[in-house]
Nanobody
Framework: QVHVVESGGGLVQAGGSLRLFCAAS????????MGWFRQAPGKEREFVAA???????DYATSVKGRFTISRDNAKNTVYLQMNSLKPEDTAVYYC??????????????????WGQGTQVTVSS
């Protein structure tokens, strides 16, 4: 069992920045692929960014150039730095761990453990 906990959400004005944190349990955290997803009201959960154990990354087109995913394996933590935020970035942001594979994935059903989510609201 892997526990995933997100934090760092909040209310920010358009053009501002936020940094999300994701702490995951497990002695083999460094081998997990970690992903960030988001879900806005009335919409499906969508991929935001992912990072492999070795630091390879992937981003959704809508956030590329504005968001940065990173990890600190010594702290069992993944970060999502969000800059130039837009009102359309408003959503609940979820962190997820992919245990069974070291490859990147943008598909929610390929992730094994999920956090409860943290709300990000961007005002115009």
């Amino acid at each position: 069992q892997v526990h995933v906990v997100e934090s760092g959400g909040g209310l920010v004005q358009a053009g501002g920045s936020l940094r999300l944190f994701c702490a995951a349990s497990g002695r083999t955290f460094s081998t997990y692929t970690m992903g960030w997803f988001r879900q806005a009201p009335g919409k499906e959960r969508e991929f935001v960014a992912a990072i492999t154990w070795s630091g390879n990354t992937d981003y959704a087109t809508s956030v590329k150039g504005r968001f940065t995913i990173s990890r600190d394996n010594a702290k069992n933590t993944v970060y999502l730095q969000m800059n130039s935020l837009k009102p359309e970035d408003t959503a609940v942001y979820y962190c997820a761990a992919r245990i069974g594979s070291r490859w990147l994935s943008s598909r929610p059903n390929e992730y094994d453990y999920w956090g409860q989510g943290t709300q990000v609201t961007v005002s115009s």
